[in-house]
């Protein structure tokens, strides 16, 4: 990526600069899965296994530059027939590719740690990449022969397609209608939404809330079936290969066990209290008689807030991140340089903002910005995955520089935290300073109590099909009832439309993900305290961990920075924050 230049969108051309060598690299998928087959029973020799896994390599990273390629080509134009046909294409030659490679998951996990260590011996050069033989060899008791697997691989479009179904048909069949009030006319659109919640006219919160959710409820049925869908093939490949259960079979990947997974859920719901606490500071500061759903978006601290440009956020952000020194800020401003960003929202471009990597087609960032603060939030979140790719690619090769989801909600979490510390430490008022602090409070009650309501629903959703249930729609909204009473704490309304909210949150198709937002802001929490403190090492063992990738399984870095997620205690130290944030009030 050598070409530099400074835009509000993206420049594609940095994976491929004309669609002629995108094609070049998609025929050649075709080629390079040949010549892997070509190592198939060979895996077991050393002088072997280096030559597979240089071509390996080269393969994966065709692959995934063509997949980028396509995949963010597509998110910006959804409506275009070149693009859909571009993607589904990339999908399918994706398919076919894993399901022509069954033998190697076959092959690599026969090799123990016993093995894998001669094989080292007889050639060095795969010593740096121990760590990635060894993750085929403990997937072994879970893996059906090869014929089975490759049937499997087969059909991996199909039994993934209900969350894609869930974006084309909110992304695509979606009606939305306006609204007015007081003689002003509101589009309602997901990019819009956001900023009517944070009106200082509960009314407007109101209309907004009741239009935006309409389609949701009226597809709702839908939506029942198709995550009904897939919470049963969650739970049927689960019992195929033989793991206790979904959820351990979703956590498997990331090293982490169920019980982590049960502790935040203990931990969030013993502390309910303090949402509780602000639900009446809200309430009281917003002078609302009854306190709904949407008024917690709401600015509830008497402060002006001012549109925040993109300009100003990347002015804030680069003074944010200073903490971190040089080098992480040097890295920044040498991936925003090269057109990396797409930055606003228009028609038929997918909602949401995101992050998406390769270790050789670079780093690029998906907004939606709006100019308020949630967009300036974003920008630094998604901002802390794409610096710890950046050093996570720079410093490890590419079998262990991919690092788990488990890690990486930690680093933008952080840049979400120093972006307050920075955000609080210019602010010349008191009001300022409270205007600030309410919206950390508010981002902590989003991310660590929200999301673990999500990951309970999950949990509670997947059981339910393992006792043999249905996730009809009445199920789910009564279901998603008892949780929004349990964790929205008390002194808060549930709206009727509130009720059928499980139908718009994507995440539920990436089964078990949304628990690690919450388990990343406590291990965030636990760096921003020392990098803030200024603690000696604290920035060159934050710097550490963002260069980790996954040479080793993901606590064991986590502990090597002396946060251990296996203790209560570290979940305990985001709700002490917490607390220390309501006193401010």
Known sequence: MKKKTTRTTWDLSLIYPTQADYQKAFASIDQLVKKLKTFEGKLHVAS?????????????????????????????????????????????????SVSQLTFIDQELSTLGNKEIKALIVQEPRLADKEFFLQSFGRSKLYLH?????????????????????????????FVFESFTYKGKKYPVNDATVSSYYQHKDQKVRELAFKHYY??????????????????????????TRGYADALTMCTFPDYITPSIYKTLLEVVRSNTHLITKLNKIRKKNLKVSKLHFYDNYANFVAHRESKISYEQCVKDFRKSISL??????????????????????????????????????????????????QSA??????????????????????????????????????????????????????????????????????????????????????????????????????????????????????????????????HFYSPFYVYKYATSLCAAYAFAKKIINKEPGAVQGY??????????????ILKEAGIDMNKTETYEAAMEEFEELLKSF
């Open 377 to 506: 939030y974003t920008f630094a979140h998604e901002w802390g995955h794409a610096l710890h790719s950046y050093f996570s690619n720079h410093t490890q090769n590419y079998y262990n520089a991919q690092y788990p989801i488990f890690l990486a909600e930690i680093a933008s979490t952080l840049n979400e935290i120093l972006l307050t510390h920075h955000l609080l430490k210019q602010s010349k008022s008191k009001s300022e300073i409270l205007y600030h602090t309410s919206f950390r409070a508010s981002r902590i009650q989003q991310t660590l109590f929200r999301q673990t309501m999500f990951a309970d629903f999950e949990l509670r959703a997947h059981q339910a099909v393992e006792k043999g249930e249905a996730l009809t729609a009445t199920y789910l909204d009564t279901l998603y009832t008892q949780l929004l009473t349990q964790y929205l704490g008390q002194g808060i309304e549930i709206d009727e439309e509130l009720k059928t909210e499980w139908a718009r949150i994507p």
């Open 324 to 373: 971190l020194g040089d080098e992480y800020t040097k890295a920044f401003e040498s991936e925003i340089a090269q057109g990396v960003v797409d930055v606003y929202p228009r028609k038929g471009k997918k909602s949401g903002g995101y992050h998406n990597t390769g270790y050789e087609s670079g780093r690029y960032i998906f907004l939606n910005h709006t100019d308020d603060m």
């Open 145 to 173: 022969d090869q014929k089975t697997e490759s049937i499997l691989a087969a059909y991996g479009p199909v039994f993934g397609a209900s969350g894609q179904l869930h974006t084309v048909i909110h992304d695509t069949d």
């Open 543 to 556: 710097l550490k961990f963002l260069s980790a990738g996954m040479h080793k399984e993901p606590l064991a």
């Open 48 to 96: 072997q296994l280096v030559l597979f896994l240089k071509v390996y390599e080269q393969f994966n990273i065709t692959l995934e530059n063509v997949y980028n390629y396509a995949h963010l080509s597509f998110d910006l134009d959804m409506n275009n027939p070149k693009l859909q046909a571009q993607y589904s294409a990339v999908n399918d030659i994706y398919s076919k």
């Open 214 to 239: 309409k389609p949701y409820i009226q597809f709702k049925n839908t939506f029942a079936k198709l995550y009904d869908t897939r919470v049963r093939h969650n739970v049927t490949t689960a019992r």
